[in-house]
């Protein structure tokens, strides 16, 4: 059985402000597709502490689940952290911001400068469009190890 281990990072999660409830719904996920979770862990949005839970992770398990930090606002450090860790450049993908442009308008909104951030990508990453609201999730491979990085739809 392949061995899953999910991350979630964000200031909020550890003081109490938000309670995690997409660790709960990828575990049950993960688990009904017949993939056991190894361990769940909650980091900051500290760089190098997210590069020490992936470190330690990839030891763990063959797949790594991600989430947090795809929002659109300054402190939100996971992208560029994750490029720095798997030598990558964030870059503008074109239709997730034709996607996020629809959702924005069909809902009589601008898409301003700040939510087209969320179109910030790695460029070595593998878009799946899995388009719930605003979210998406990227796929990285480093070493024979698979990381996706997402947000569940809850």
């Not at 992770?57 to 798997?86: E, W």
């Not at 442009?101 to 939510?115: A, D, K, P, Q, V």
């Not at 460029?123 to 480093?142: D, N, P, S, T, V």
């Amino acid at each position: 059985m392949m061995n899953c281990e999910i991350i979630t990072i964000g200031d909020e999660l550890l003081i109490g402000q938000v309670i995690d409830t997409n660790s709960a719904w990828m575990a049950t996920r993960l688990n009904e597709s017949g993939l056991r979770v190894k361990q769940m862990t909650s980091v900051s949005d500290d760089p190098t502490h997210i590069i020490e839970s992936l470190d330690l992770a990839r030891n763990r398990a063959q797949v790594i689940l991600i989430t947090g930090g795809l929002g659109p606002t300054k402190d939100d450090l996971t992208k560029s952290t994750l490029c720095k860790y798997f030598n990558s450049n964030l870059i503008v993908d074109a239709k997730v911001v034709d996607q996020l442009t629809h959702y924005f308008t069909s809902r009589g909104r601008e898409l301003t400068e700040t939510n087209k951030k969320q179109a910030e990508i790695p460029e070595k990453c593998i878009l799946f469009i899995i388009f719930m609201a605003q979210h998406r999730e990227c796929g990285l491979k480093r070493r024979v190890k698979f990381c996706i990085h997402a947000r569940s739809p809850i």
